[in-house]
């Protein structure tokens, strides 16, 4: 470690080590399989990565003497180190020897960043829905004018633009945004499930890019422990104008204000690295959370799903050629299949309403929300803000307190639905009075509505081919249609997009 360490506003080296002992290093290694373990070994004394993660080899003069305590010998080269773990790969044992066999062989002096970034990339590849994901569409803002510097700059809705991508230029506006109090590390990662190029942010609280960022705190209390670092996951989607942040986490004890300002900082700040001269972005909250990527993909991708949820998703099948936009109608399901073949024995009534609902659930959710299609959301957040109906034609009367807005100083942690319910309550004080005073002087109960599950919306099909939910009355965002897992409701409608979600 150097004696004398400046503070800096470069990035954190990818060559910086931890120490091996360090009890977050160890938990992320066994969080891994054995397979995993020795696969990602490999990969490190690969020819293109191992200048980043350097082992531990036999430096011994001829005339030296092996140490007889070692209990792992070090290897000569890094080809002998390679030839032991594709035999490790051959042979059956415990992922608890490979775990010593990196810690206190292997890399005894410590794991590099580069390192633990591929091992935290190798656990994503195990558990795909270990991270929590929430979509935000890239949106281009309107051209700044000359003579106005302080203007506020408004999204282009006419606008067709989208931002050129280029990782090494990203990462270097990027870093110009991050505090000069806080370092951070950047690794892209391509997996080979889907269509996505992800990048990890590792920040840590340190004015410093040496080893004294992630060494203990000292009697100056100016190092930063590398427990209390914080880590986020940004995915960028392959040919689509959206991005996939995931929650912050950390594997210490921190603060749950440090993750949100971590989080805040990410959203701040990709917008401005993205943009250039002339040429800015924001990124917008889309509504949709989820652990599942392939639900973020086919909702919020590059796909043609992305306006074409619920029933609506036959026509997001590229092999059908059929258009809502035809002059021909096709026939109506319900009363072609009453005809489609004759029977020896007519239908029973039970039997003829229990067809009828797969119809009706077929005709409202199309092609999507299937148990087995691996594209569910795990849960549905949705504010129901229409005044009550009134009662023989009378409107029912609230108080000032029941019209109040509910208080959202609440302790806890703060979900999503919380997020759109201040962005609708900053747009609805924006809006003419005119427009909110229409309903202002009747009731409107505040009533939230939660779905969970392992597949929200094939749940809900479910049930409507069961003939537990009506089918024909259900609103649209009930089918996924509009393509949110968090919304406010309105007069029947999910706010999204254009006012209804598509």
């Keep these: 470690m150097s004696r004398l360490s400046i503070p800096t506003t470069a990035r954190l080296p990818s060559s910086l080590r931890v120490d091996p002992s360090n009890l977050v290093v160890i938990k992320s290694l066994n969080r891994l399989s054995r397979e995993s373990l020795i696969a990602l070994a490999l990969d490190w004394l690969d020819e293109g990565t ?19 305590d070692d209990l792992y010998p070090p290897c000569q080269t890094i080809a002998e180190l390679q030839q032991l773990y594709i035999d490790m790969q051959e042979q059956r044992g415990s992922k608890r020897d490979v775990v010593s066999r990196v810690l206190e062989g292997d890399w005894r002096h410590g794991l ?50 989208i931002p050129r991508f280029h990782p090494s230029t990203f990462l270097q506006n990027l870093q110009d945004q991050v505090l000069p109090d806080v370092k951070a590390h950047y690794h892209f990662y391509r997996p080979s499930d889907y269509p996505v190029l992800m990048l990890r942010v590792f920040a ?63 959203v701040k700040g990709v917008p401005k690295a993205l943009s250039r001269p002339r040429q800015r972005f924001t990124l917008k909250n889309s509504g949709l959370t989820s652990r599942n990527l392939d639900a973020l993909l086919d909702r919020k991708g590059p796909g043609r799903g992305n306006a074409a949820g619920g029933g609506w998703s036959i026509y997001a ?36 309403e229990a067809k009828r609902t797969r ?20 849960r549905l957040d949705v504010v129901i803000q229409d005044p009550y109906p009134s009662v023989n034609g009378v409107d029912v009367q609230g108080s000032d307190n029941d019209n109040a807005a509910p208080t959202t100083g609440r302790r806890g942690r703060r979900r999503s639905l919380d997020a759109v319910l201040e962005e609708d309550d900053g747009e609805a004080a924006a809006a003419p009075a005119s427009r909110a005073g ?45 393509g949110v897992t968090a919304g406010v409701v309105r007069h029947g409608r999910i706010k999204g997009n254009k006012g209804s979600g598509i």
């Design 317 to 352: 099948n590229e092999k059908n050629k059929k258009s809502p936009l035809d002059s021909v109608l096709p026939p109506n399901p319900l009363s072609a299949s009453e005809h489609s073949r004759k029977r020896a024995s007519p239908l029973t009534q039970q039997r003829r």
């Design 204 to 266: 840590i609280d340190s004015p410093y890019n040496s080893q004294l960022a992630l060494s203990s705190a000292g009697s100056n209390g100016t190092a930063t422990n590398y427990t209390s670092s914080r880590t986020v996951y940004l995915a960028f989607p392959d040919g689509s104008p959206n991005l996939y942040i995931s929650k912050s986490q950390s594997m210490g004890a921190s603060a749950h204000g440090e993750s949100r300002s971590l989080q805040s900082l990410i």
């Design 112 to 161: 590099t960043l580069y390192q633990l970034a591929m091992v935290d990339f190798a656990y994503l590849d195990e558990h795909p829905a270990s991270q929590k994901w929430t979509a935000y569409k890239i949106l281009p803002l309107t051209a700044p004018t000359h003579d106005a510097d302080d203007e506020t700059l408004k999204v282009d809705e006419t606008s067709l633009q």
């Design 438 to 482: 229409a309903d202002s002087s009747r009731w409107t109960p505040n009533v939230r509505i939660t779905f969970q599950g392992t597949h929200v919306f094939a749940g809900i099909r479910q049930l409507v081919e069961a003939g537990i939910i009506d089918g024909e009355r259900m609103p649209g965002w009930m089918t996924g249609e509009d």
């Design 50 to 68: 191992v200048s980043n993660a350097i082992p531990y080899l036999d430096r011994r003069g001829p005339d030296e003497e092996p140490d007889g």
């Design 359 to 378: 119809l009706v659930a077929k005709g409202r959710f199309g092609d999507s929300a299937i148990i087995s299609d691996g594209k569910g959301v795990e």
